[in-house]
Antibody
Framework: QIQLVQSGPELKKPGESVKISCKASGYTFTDYAMHWVKQAPGKGLKWMGWINTYTGKPTYADDFKGRFVFSLEASASTANLQISNLKNEDTATYFC????????????WGQGVMVTVSS | DIVMTQSPSSLAVSAGETVTINCKSSQSLLYSGNQKNYLAWYQQKPGQSPKLLIYWASTRQSGVPDRFIGSGSGTDFTLTISSVQAEDLAIYYCQQYYDTYTFGAGTKLELK
């Protein structure tokens, strides 16, 4: 069955970096785009951007340009999100989500990774 | 950027009621080339990941019960849940994918 399994929770200090992984299984990884979505505690969903899993090209939403990097380990069917120079406002749950190939919408989601930034 | 405005922000319902959630976009989501509306609806239960319910404004995702009905076109869209069940208590988000992607702020469905 199709699954997106993300890495575990992270506790970081301001200024540090974090790398979150999203391992896909049950389908051909390079056939589907992978998106990243942020959800701050008690808040709604915010689209961060996506990565073309075939070419590796990332696209970032305006609010996520600069400190955020999407990358792939295609041989391991894994997408990664790295956040550098962490700030308190980066405290959130980060989801990866697959976009349908033929039909739109994010049809499969990872379980989410809680990143807490605190001194 | 396209702004998505949902209303109401919360809604208290009793089991068996029919509820309507509204979503308005700041520009039309109807693409003239294929006459499709680039809008999706998601359900997020507490502590869970979001779940895709509807895409193309009115097409139910596989496995979604037919009590979930999406409608609307252009800038005004509606998610109707007929005969609400306890398991439907969640936050519902609309999302546009006409120009990049934007979510609405969400509508929380609570038990009366």
């Amino acid at each position: 069955q199709i699954q997106l399994v993300q890495s575990g929770p992270e506790l970081k200090k301001p200024g540090e970096s974090v790398k979150i992984s999203c391992k896909a299984s049950g389908y051909t990884f390079t056939d589907y785009a992978m998106h990243w979505v942020k959800q701050a505690p008690g808040k709604g969903l915010k689209w961060m951007g996506w990565i073309n899993t075939y070419t590796g090209k990332p696209t970032y939403a305006d609010d996520f340009k600069g400190r955020f990097v999407f990358s792939l380990e295609a041989s391991a069917s894994t997408a990664n999100l790295q956040i550098s120079n962490l700030k308190n406002e980066d405290t959130a749950t980060y989801f990866c989500a697959r976009e349908g190939k033929r039909d739109p919408g994010f049809d499969y989601w990872g379980q989410g990774v809680m990143v807490t930034v605190s001194s | 950027d396209i702004v998505m405005t949902q209303s109401p922000s919360s809604l208290a319902v009793s089991a068996g009621e029919t509820v309507t959630i509204n979503c308005k976009s700041s520009q039309s989501l109807l693409y003239s080339g294929n006459q499709k509306n680039y809008l999706a609806w998601y359900q997020q239960k507490p502590g869970q990941s979001p779940k895709l319910l509807i895409y193309w404004a009115s097409t139910r995702q596989s496995g979604v019960p037919d009590r979930f009905i999406g409608s609307g076109s252009g800038t005004d869209f509606t998610l109707t849940i007929s005969s609400v069940q306890a398991e439907d208590l969640a936050i519902y988000y609309c999302q546009q994918y006409y120009d990049t992607y934007t979510f609405g702020a969400g509508t929380k469905l609570e038990l009366k």
